[in-house]
């Protein structure tokens, strides 16, 4: 017959479960941390931390010396694997929608341009009728002179 110390997914009654200094009795956890080394996911009794005066207890006893369930090379391999194809799918995807935004951006930079030459375009033609306005009184004027003086010239001679 196993007992809950042999089952990783057993839990220990409350009575067989340790006191702690302040005289509870502890909660079960399970390591997390990668600190210390090779103690990750083993099990431990840790104080509840619930005494009124805000002290902090400090009693920690480990359960398991070794993690329990431990994965083959292969399987961590595997899941690294997964984890590296996960992240790659993330940056495609990120990498596809700042392409998406760069498209978007272009056009709009593409329209603000033909707009700038439209309006570039515009300015010109106004310019050239404003210069064509003021050049042809004066246009005309020379013009008249030196048809007169061109007729004057024919008579003279």
Known sequence: MS???DDPNA???WNERP???CGFRTWLQVWTDPLPQGKKGCR???CP???DDFKACTFMQWID???LGRVSLKEEQERRVRQQQIRLKGKEDELKRRRA???QREAALKIQEEQF???EAQFKREADEQKNRYKEPAQSSTTDERNKKGKFLRFTQ
């Open 3 to 5: 007992t809950w110390r």
């Open 11 to 13: 839990i220990p009654p």
């Open 19 to 21: 006191k702690c200094h």
């Open 44 to 46: 431990f009794f840790k």
């Open 49 to 51: 931390d619930i005494d």
């Open 65 to 67: 010396t070794r993690p």
């Open 101 to 103: 935004e760069l498209g």
């Open 117 to 119: 030459q439209a309006r």
